[in-house]
């Protein structure tokens, strides 16, 4: 007999008001001694680089954030999570009102309404409980839980762990569509503007290849020509139609019906031949479950 003692599930606050961090804080060590706050960000950018950094078992992610929103953050953590690695159970806080809340009851996270409230909160804590007990990364228990066994448990297969990364890339992608369905409709583009010179070239949207992300800019990729435009993949996604343009990295938005193939190498990446182009295009992630087989 010996006794084992379970690491404690380590946690991420990321709110922009103190206030509210602190009561958050508060409350999550009234509900649940054993959790471990390791970081409390002001932004979404210090969430992402001690996400990253500390790799918590659970993120509290505010929506809305100076540098980047809580969403922005964790699409970000998402794609730069280190393989093997469990990525965290999410919480957005949130101020949205309660018809809005609907489509998180489905949602792969879970959310807190600003002010926090010990009641919504109790049953956040239970729910991430049993999630890191299902999971096993961390205890959802007290701390000094003893166990009869004297070895560890057997790491999980190859087979098991892509299993379980799978499951959670698919439930951060079925979030983040159900978070941008909450968005407002934008009119549908029909044509792209291009500044060339001194003069605008206009670029049907069946033309253009793929959208690619530069600073400030958008680099329009058609068969043979390029051209920027000065806005952000995050306003022009909106304006496109999701049937036509699949987003398939952060900083990439692509043309369906452009796509010859997806091949996955060796460590398990996926790329995107192109038809009538010779760019390789890299798929995060959070958008493979766009390739799996009929």
């Known amino acids: 007999m010996s006794q084992y003692t379970p690491r404690a599930p380590r946690a991420l606050i990321a709110e922009d008001e103190p206030i509210l961090a602190a009561a958050l804080a508060h409350a999550l060590q009234r509900l649940w001694p ?34 980047k929103t809580g969403l922005e953050a964790a699409e970000e953590l998402a794609e730069q999570w280190p393989d093997g690695v469990a990525f965290p159970h999410i919480v957005f806080v949130t101020a949205y009102d309660e018809y809005a809340l609907a489509a998180f009851e489905h949602a792969a996270a879970d959310y807190v309404l600003k002010p926090v409230n010990d009641a919504r909160l109790g049953k956040t804590v239970e729910r991430l409980q049993q999630r890191l007990r299902d999971s096993g990364g961390g205890s959802g228990t007290a701390a000094t839980t003893v166990t009869a066994a004297a070895t560890p448990a057997p790491a999980p297969t190859t087979t098991a762990t892509q299993a379980a990364e799978s499951a959670s890339d698919d439930n951060m992608a079925r979030l983040l569509s159900q978070l941008q369905a909450m968005l407002p409709l934008a009119p549908r583009l029909q044509m792209i503007r291009a500044a060339v010179g001194n003069s605008v070239r206009m670029i049907a949207l069946a033309d253009v290849v793929y959208f690619e992300a530069l600073d400030k800019y958008i680099n329009v990729v058609c068969q043979d020509s390029e051209a920027l435009i000065r806005t952000s993949l995050k306003e022009l996604l909106p304006q496109l139609d999701p049937q036509q343009f699949w987003q398939i990295h952060r900083g990439t938005i692509v043309n369906a019906s452009a796509i010859a193939t997806a091949v996955r190498d060796e460590a398990g990446k996926l790329s995107l031949t192109l038809r009538q182009h010779p760019a390789q295009l890299r798929v995060s992630p959070l958008y493979a479950h766009l390739f799996r087989q009929m």
Do not use: H, S, W, Y
């Not at 680089?49 to 500390?54: C, N, V, W």
């Not at 790799?55 to 954030?65: A, N, S, T, V």
């Open 34 to 67: 054993e959790l471990d706050i390791v970081a409390t960000c002001p932004n979404g950018v210090e969430a992402l680089r001690q996400g990253l950094a500390l790799q918590p078992d659970i993120l509290f992610l505010d929506i809305k954030m100076p540098g």
